[in-house]
């Protein structure tokens, strides 16, 4: 009862569009993957000068940082000087990698900000290496026991092949292939898991499309379902089969249950 429980509530925030605030959580995890190194590397950004604009409108600055315009007319990424008001909604509240509460994403990332460049409003030096666990506040997670990780493969890939079926009610799997290949999963047992599997690998490896699924890649899947699911880091942690800091296709399929002839490259 308790995991079908937690099974409903991976399905839920698997499915993301739930609800408005989760989806505005899920575009910030986006735009936390497209930006979170994104300043470091500005000083190089070209500018476009032709047209009389604001030089910060198409500058990306990485998550924590926000940009203003410099003496030259140049866009400075900084960190943010105030993080919005918020509600006090528990559920903006995030758990670092240190097991620390942050008011919100924004703190956690301005902190950081903060810290990397050693700034005096730093709070610990130790922040210049946080990053998101989980969202909401740090708790005592379950234990993830032997058991429940021996069950994890199976759990995890029916609960994407249930999200994939979610996805396609809603129209919203955006290419037709991966929905014929669900119909194809939905008849047929034995492939129920395979497209699903493959498919998760497609959407996580994005940020960049590199046919690799690197720590950061994982964070839109690990920060909702952490909570609820305490095996879901370490599982995936021991996917990485070489150690070599990302997950291939192979590892993937292989860790998810998938047999070798199963595993395809498809995007
Ligand atoms: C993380 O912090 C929470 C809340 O303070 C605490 O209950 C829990 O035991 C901590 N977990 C670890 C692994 O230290
Ligand atoms: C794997 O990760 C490392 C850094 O952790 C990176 O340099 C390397 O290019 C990645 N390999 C692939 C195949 O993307």
């Known amino acids: 009862m308790r995991s079908y429980v937690a099974l409903c509530l991976l399905l839920a925030i698997g499915a993301f569009v739930v609800d408005a605030k989760k989806k505005d959580v899920e575009d910030e995890l986006g735009d936390l993957l497209d930006n979170i190194d994104a300043a470091e590397e500005s000083d190089d950004t070209p500018v476009k000068k032709e047209t009389v604009k ?50 919100s994403l924004c703190d956690l990332y301005r902190e950081r900000c903060l810290c990397k460049r050693k700034s005096k409003e730093c709070q610990k030096g130790v922040h210049a290496k946080a990053h998101l ?25 029916d609960w994407l092949f249930q999200v994939m079926k979610e996805l396609k009610k809603r129209r919203e799997l955006h290419k037709l292939e991966w929905e014929e290949l669900l119909q194809e999963a939905e008849n047929d047992d034995e492939k129920r898991h395979v497209y699903p599997v493959i498919w998760k690998f497609c959407e996580l490896d994005t940020k960049p499309h590199d046919k690799a699924v690197s720590h950061h890649e994982l964070i839109p899947i690990t920060a909702p379902v952490i909570p609820m699911e305490s095996c879901i880091k370490p599982f995936l942690e021991g996917c990485d089969a070489n150690n070599d800091g990302n997950i291939s296709i192979k590892e993937w399929g292989k860790c998810l249950g998938l047999k070798e002839g199963e595993i395809q490259e498809r995007c």
């Open 133 to 157: 666990e989980y969202l909401g506040e740090c708790k005592k997670l379950d234990e993830c026991t032997d058991e429940l990780m021996a069950q994890f493969p199976d759990r995890m890939a």
């Open 54 to 103: 604001n030089p910060c409108e198409d500058h990306a600055c990485g998550w924590g940082k926000e940009c203003v315009v410099g003496k030259k007319g140049e866009p400075i990424c900084e960190c943010i000087s105030k993080c919005p008001e918020l509600d006090g909604d528990p559920m903006d509240k995030v758990c670092a990698n240190n097991n620390e509460t942050f008011t």
